[in-house]
Every structure is written in structure tokens, then in C-alpha cells.
């Protein structure tokens, strides 16, 4: 047997190694990224998560309120009193928003020097922020904040973010078995042809 014929042997067996590794490592990346689709999926997230503040009505209050709507809000693992000091909180928080944005009687009625005021050369420039007189306007602010609790509420003991994974998880399983049984019957369909 000359040393070539037994080189080959061993390339062969370092060929098929490496193939086999590959092999193995592709498998374990789209095992991993299977877990990942059901450990999270952002189609989900962005549901649950939007504060869905986007109307007309509500389209100022996100800048007012600033990140009290905001989405990672629903994920926390908090304490049930934290809800409740949220709740006392924001309330507060609501009425504080409406009183800053209740001028005095001589503001109001002379905007010109409400806008002075607040800094800004007059009510048409950037930044100037009129004063609120309506009813709706503030109900509008104690509602909002009162959906941010409701928001943050759902962080007491990780329910957001267990909901988030076991709804996703459901939903993800119950597409594979949809689709094995698909390609199950796919396959004995083109057996039996």
C-alpha cells in the first residue's frame, strides 16, 4: 500500500468531520432561533405594547405625559405595591399637568403675555403651549394617565412579559403542528402516488 492510498483515509475521515460539525452547528443555530421565534415574538409585542394614543383626541398627550406610555413599561417583575403607589402617583401626576397648564386670570386673558411667560416670542412660535380650558382636555390627561397604570400594572409579578412568552409560545406551536401535519400529508400523498 503506498502512503497516498493511506492519506486518503485520513482525509476522508477529516472531510466527513468537518461536514458532520457543520452539519451539527446549522442544527443548533435554527434550534436556537425556533426558541427565539417562541420566546418573543415582536408582531405580539407591539400589539400588547402600543398605547394606542394615535387619534386625533390623544395625538399631544404622549409629549405631555412623556414615558409614562412607554412600551417596556408592560415587561417590568414589580411588587403589587407598586401598582398602588403608580396609581396614587399618576393621579397626582394628572393633576399637576392640568395645574402648571392653568395660568393665572391675568395670563389668561392676555396670551401675549402668557406666551412671554413661558418664554417664547409670541402664541404662534414653537413651544408655546396654550393654556387648557376645556373639560375633554383634561380628562384626556387624567386618562391617559390612568392607562399608564393600567400599563404598569401588568409588570406586577412579570404578568406581561409571561403573558407575552405563553401567548407567543401557543401560537407558535400550534402553527408547527399545523404545518407538520401539512407536510405529513404531503409526503404520504406523494408516497401513495
Not at 65 to 88: H, M, T, Y
Not at 100 to 116: I, Q, V, Y
Not at 159 to 177: F, Y
Amino acid at each position: 500500500m503506498s502512503q497516498k492510498q493511506m492519506e486518503r483515509p485520513d482525509l476522508d475521515d477529516r472531510t466527513a468531520s468537518a461536514v458532520k460539525q457543520e452539519g451539527e452547528r446549522v442544527g443548533i443555530q435554527q434550534q436556537q432561533s425556533e426558541v427565539a421565534q417562541r420566546k418573543f415574538n415582536p408582531g405580539f409585542y407591539a400589539e400588547i405594547a402600543d398605547p394606542d394614543t394615535d387619534t386625533s383626541v390623544w395625538d399631544w398627550i404622549q409629549a405631555e405625559v412623556g414615558p409614562v406610555l412607554a412600551k417596556p413599561q408592560i415587561l417590568g417583575d414589580r411588587e403589587r405595591s407598586f401598582v398602588e403607589k403608580s396609581e396614587l402617583l399618576d393621579a397626582n401626576k394628572a393633576e399637576r399637568i392640568i395645574a402648571e397648564s392653568e395660568p393665572g386670570r391675568l395670563l389668561k386673558k392676555n396670551p401675549e403675555l402668557h406666551a412671554f411667560w413661558q418664554g417664547v416670542a409670541g402664541t404662534d412660535a414653537e413651544g408655546y403651549n396654550a393654556p387648557i380650558e376645556h373639560h375633554d382636555e383634561k380628562r384626556v390627561i387624567r386618562d391617559a394617565l390612568e392607562l399608564a397604570t393600567t400599563r404598569k400594572s401588568l409588570s406586577v409579578n412579570g404578568r406581561g412579559l409571561d403573558a407575552l412568552t405563553k401567548a407567543t409560545t401557543e401560537t407558535n406551536v400550534r402553527k408547527d403542528s399545523e404545518q407538520e401535519k401539512k407536510s405529513m400529508r404531503e409526503r404520504l400523498t406523494g408516497v401513495t402516488r
